[in-house]
């Protein structure tokens, strides 16, 4: 079974990618075929994550829905 990450371990795992196989954002954005500005914007949280980064990293996204107790007020 796949591990489950939030948010903030998925911007840890791109961050450490990019310093390990890429060196630095320009670079990353060079290889992904966008500014630097917009990788920038996204591993600062004013974008979302795009596809091709957490692909680029080995994350896949998954929405899941949970189901909890209502109590009545």
Same mark, same amino acid.
Do not use: H, W
């Given at each position: 079974?796949s591990?489950r990450?939030? /948010?903030?371990?998925?911007? %840890?795992?791109? %961050?450490?990618?990019?310093r390990?196989?890429?060196?630095?954002?320009?670079t990353f954005?060079?290889?992904?075929?966008?500014?630097?500005?917009?990788?920038?914007?996204?591993m600062?949280? /004013? %974008?979302?994550?795009?596809?091709?980064?957490l692909?680029?990293?080995?994350?896949?996204?998954?929405?899941?829905?949970? %189901?909890?107790?209502?109590?009545?007020?």
């Amino acid at each position: 079974m796949s591990e489950r990450l939030d /948010r903030m371990d998925v911007f %840890r795992i791109l %961050r450490n990618t990019i310093r390990s196989k890429y060196v630095n954002q320009r670079t990353f954005a060079e290889r992904m075929g966008c500014t630097p500005q917009y990788v920038s914007d996204v591993m600062n949280g /004013r %974008r979302d994550i795009p596809a091709a980064f957490l692909k680029a990293c080995g994350v896949r996204q998954i929405t899941y829905f949970t %189901r909890e107790d209502v109590i009545d007020a």
